[in-house]
Structure formats: structure tokens, C-alpha cells
């Protein structure tokens, strides 16, 4: 688990956050001077919660009290992948460089930690982090600096390319993994009923996705148990032969 | 919203942020010996991706007919082999076209 490795295997998510960033950039761009944008993405590593926040510092009534409430329920995903990550990573991962590389537990960076199949090392999560946080950073610059260049329909068209790299992670797993296709399902059902049931529309989207992914978990943790890493490695093969 | 408050503001998110990845990180150091909770945790990163991904992306874009063209898109380049990059783009070239056909109907 080399630091090379890690850059290589970081270079799709880096590209795919340039293009993300880039439209944080645009939007943050309307009330806020590029380097204040930038620094946002610089301190956080997020997309969704970048989002919201930027929502809540652009709306006059937007409290501190909210934004800590919004920043805590939406990203709270990361703790579920902080535990998840913490049964993946290599002993030689100490408690410094844990604190030091917590801030690289992104959706992306943990869902290819997870298709690894030797043990994370420090120095190869480091590596992975490293392309992605350039990204990031870059593709807010440039996109605040753009600013209003481009028009919406290019910018629309670009914020989509998030999505696109979330479905390719899940697909491949759902194609070779039927229970994980059932897990997704009920992740998918369930956050459409938080979407259009009118008596579930008042709870905010970050607590919505964290109680779809723990139902469907752990429906498909008791229904079809893993029996051990293999079968979930198995999958990914073809991911890493890439 | 004036520099002070930006900054106040910055500072709750990235703290709260940090500390949500950094604290249970830092604390779980021995493996989980429950196989059902790491099954639940195997199942973890895909359900939360699923729902991140669905409804959101019908309300990303301009119209919720791209946003659904680029989800069928985006699905059939995944099951085709495309990687993370390809299946971004092929979801991007999707919004493109299909609002950019909205726009001159």
C-alpha cells in the first residue's frame, strides 16, 4: 500500500471533484469574494454540507446555532464511515495520523478505501487524499474566479457529475452482490418516502439520508450476513484492475 | 453577512465537520467482532450513496427530466464497466443535451 498507489487511485475523485467544486465555486461566487469561497472548501472537504452552509450564510436569518445543527446532521454520514473505515486501516495507523487524515474521510475516499483489499495504510490513504483535496480546492478556485462566464445550463450539466460517480460505485457492487442490491432498494424507497410523504417532509435532508442508510444496513445485515471480507472484496476485482 | 461572521460561521462548519470524521475514528481502534455489525457496515458506504444519489439528482438540474435521463444514464454506463470519470461524464453529457433540447423546443 504505497503513496504512488494512492495518488493514482485518487486521480478519477480528484478530477470528479474539480468538476463538483467547480460549482460550489460558481454558487459561493454570488455573495463571496473567491478567496473566502475557497477557503470554505479548503476547511471542509465536503459537497453536501458545503452547500447547505453556503444556504445558511447567504440567508440573512441564518443562524450560528443552525449552521452547527445543519453542518452536524448532514455530514454525520462521516461518522458512520469513520467507524466503518476504522475496522479497514492498518495498526501502523496511530492516533496522530488519525487526527492528522480524518479529514480525508469523504463518500469517494472511503468507498475506495473500502474496495482495497489489503489493510489502509497511513501512506496510502495520505496519497489517496492528496489529488481529490487538490481538486477540491482548485475546482472552487477556478469556479469562483469564473464566476458568471459560464452560463447555468453548462454549470447544471457539470454539478451532475457528482451523482454520476456515486451510481459508479454502487452499481458495480449491486451488479455482483444480490443483497446489496436489496439494501440499495430500501435505501432508495426510503429516501423517496422522506421526499414525498408529507407527514416525513419537515425532517432536514442530512438526518433523512443518515436514517435510510441505517434501516436498509441494517435490514441487509440481518437478513444476508457477510460472512467474511472475501465476498465483499470478490466484487471488486474488476474496480482495481483498473 | 460581514468578515467577522463569515469567519464565525467557517469556523462551526469545519470544527463540527472535523470532528465528526476525527472523534470515532480516533476512538475505535480495535477490529468490530460482531459479524452482523460489519455486515452493517459493509452495506454502510452503498446505502448512504443510494439515498445521497436518489431523489437529489431529479432536482439538481434544470428540469427533473434530465436530472432522470442523467440517473438511467449514468446506470446503464456503470453496468457497461465505464469508472467513476466516465460515468461522470456520460451523466454531465446527459444534462447537457437533454436540457439543451428543452431550451430550443
Given at each position: 500500500m504505497k503513496f504512488t498507489k494512492g495518488v493514482k487511485d485518487g486521480l478519477p475523485i480528484g478530477i470528479g471533484y474539480f468538476a463538483v467544486s467547480f460549482s460550489f465555486g460558481i454558487a459561493g461566487s454570488k455573495f463571496l469574494t473567491w478567496p473566502l469561497v475557497t477557503l470554505i472548501s479548503m476547511t471542509n472537504v465536503t459537497s453536501a454540507g458545503q452547500f447547505a452552509g453556503l444556504q445558511i450564510m447567504a440567508d440573512a436569518a441564518g443562524t450560528f446555532v443552525e449552521m452547527a445543527i445543519a453542518t452536524f446532521f448532514i455530514n454525520l454520514r462521516y461518522s458512520l464511515m469513520a467507524i466503518s473505515l476504522s475496522q479497514k486501516v492498518?495498526?501502523?495507523?496511530g492516533t496522530g495520523k488519525r487526527l492528522l487524515l480524518a479529514m480525508g474521510i469523504t463518500d469517494e475516499i472511503y468507498a475506495v478505501s473500502m474496495i482495497q483489499k489489503e489493510p489502509v495504510t497511513p501512506i496510502y490513504f495520505l496519497g489517496l487524499f492528496t489529488l481529490p483535496y487538490a481538486g477540491w480546492s482548485l475546482g472552487t478556485l477556478t469556479g469562483a474566479v469564473c464566476g458568471e462566464i459560464l452560463p447555468a445550463i453548462v454549470t447544471n450539466a457539470l454539478g451532475v457529475a457528482l451523482y454520476g460517480m456515486f451510481i459508479a460505485i454502487v452499481v458495480p457492487q449491486m451488479k455482483v452482490h444480490k443483497p446489496t442490491m436489496i439494501a440499495v432498494a430500501i435505501a432508495i424507497a426510503c429516501s423517496l418516502a422522506f421526499k414525498f410523504v408529507p407527514a416525513l417532509s419537515g425532517v432536514t435532508v442530512g438526518f433523512a439520508i443518515i436514517i435510510c442508510a441505517l434501516i436498509a444496513s441494517l435490514i441487509g445485515a440481518a437478513l444476508f450476513p457477510i460472512k467474511d471480507d472475501e465476498s465483499l472484496d470478490a466484487k471488486n476485482e474488476a474496480g482495481e484492475a483498473k | 453577512m460581514n468578515l467577522k461572521q463569515y469567519f464565525i460561521y467557517l469556523a462551526v462548519m469545519a470544527v463540527v465537520t472535523y470532528l465528526l470524521r476525527a472523534v470515532p475514528f480516533v476512538l475505535l481502534k480495535s477490529k468490530l467482532k460482531s459479524p452482523f455489525w460489519r455486515s452493517f457496515l459493509a452495506y454502510v458506504p452503498y446505502t448512504v450513496l443510494a439515498a445521497m444519489t436518489v431523489p437529489a439528482i431529479f432536482y439538481s438540474t434544470d428540469s427533473k427530466l434530465s436530472g432522470a435521463c442523467a440517473l438511467v444514464a449514468a446506470v446503464v454506463a456503470s453496468l457497461f464497466g465505464a469508472g467513476l470519470v466516465g460515468v461522470a461524464a456520460v451523466a454531465c453529457v446527459t444534462v447537457l443535451g437533454v436540457d439543451g433540447i428543452m431550451l430550443l423546443l
Open positions: 492498518a495498526p501502523s495507523f | -
